[in-house]
């Protein structure tokens, strides 16, 4: 079965520190990736995606991520965060086969001034 | 109102209550979800919906039941629901082409207790 794996469930550091959140998935076959951003009280919504071409993907507010093939990797790093950052964020994998999208666990990250 | 709707917000039921959650989608999208989103586990998808169809079910128990009446709505009515079943359920929509993905919106969710 597909499974997708965030490898930190907790983050925690100041404003101006860099950030790299880790996701592995283990589905073998053609994948699009996602980030998707929680931020307190609301929605889910999209950070970036990855469907093809150069791996290294620019999102909103300064994210990037690496889709490292090889790895089943899709890294989201920010450079320098904000405390308005402060979120939880979630890896996703679809397989177009049940059009069916496979959330991570979640990396709750909290940004101190 | 745009986007994606969820009604109610917070509910809390009793175990033998039964109760709907109401999703309302604005986008003219032909794909709709629910999700669970319980402490400490990654999203589960629960159904999917596409051109009000029920595409998939994603071993959910019994005492959870879905409708879709159009492209716009979807429910989900609950009945004889334990503890373990509170949680936020999210409702999301996308414009689904075959086999090609297509951003999934989701709504605020309705964080649902069980007593």
């Known amino acids: 079965a597909q499974s997708v794996s965030q490898h930190n469930h907790h983050v925690i550091l100041s404003e101006a520190a860099s950030l790299e959140l880790g996701c592995n998935y283990s589905?073998?076959?053609?994948?699009?990736l996602f980030w998707y951003v929680q931020y307190p009280g609301q929605h889910l919504q999209l950070l970036l995606k990855?469907?093809?071409?150069?791996?290294l993907v620019k999102g909103i507010k300064g994210f990037e991520a690496e889709f490292i093939k090889s790895k089943f990797s899709f890294n989201l790093r920010k450079p320098s965060v904000q405390w308005s950052d402060t979120a939880e964020y979630f890896c996703?994998?679809?397989?177009?086969?049940?059009?069916?999208?496979?959330f991570g666990g979640g990396t709750r990250v909290l940004v101190k001034p | 109102e745009t986007g994606v709707t969820q009604t109610p917000r917070h509910l809390v039921m009793g175990m033998t209550n039964k109760k709907s959650l109401k999703c309302e989608q604005h986008?003219?999208?032909?794909?709709m979800y629910w999700y669970k989103q319980s402490a400490k586990k990654p999203l589960e998808l629960m159904f999917v919906y596409s051109l009000e169809e029920r595409v998939e079910n994603n071993s959910v128990p019994s005492r959870f039941s879905p409708e879709c009446p159009n492209s716009s709505h979807l429910f989900l009515h609950l009945h004889t629901l334990q503890p373990e079943d509170s949680a936020l359920y999210l409702c999301?929509?996308?414009?689904?082409?075959?086999?090609?993905?297509?951003?999934?919106?989701f709504g605020p969710g309705t964080r649902l207790t069980v007593l």
């Open positions: 996703a994998v679809y397989k177009a086969a049940g059009n069916k999208l496979t």
């Open positions: 990855y469907f093809s071409g150069d791996p």
């Open positions: 986008l003219g999208h032909n794909a």
């Open positions: 589905y073998g076959g053609t994948v699009n």
């Open positions: 999301a929509s996308s414009q689904e082409h075959r086999g090609r993905y297509n951003e999934q919106f």
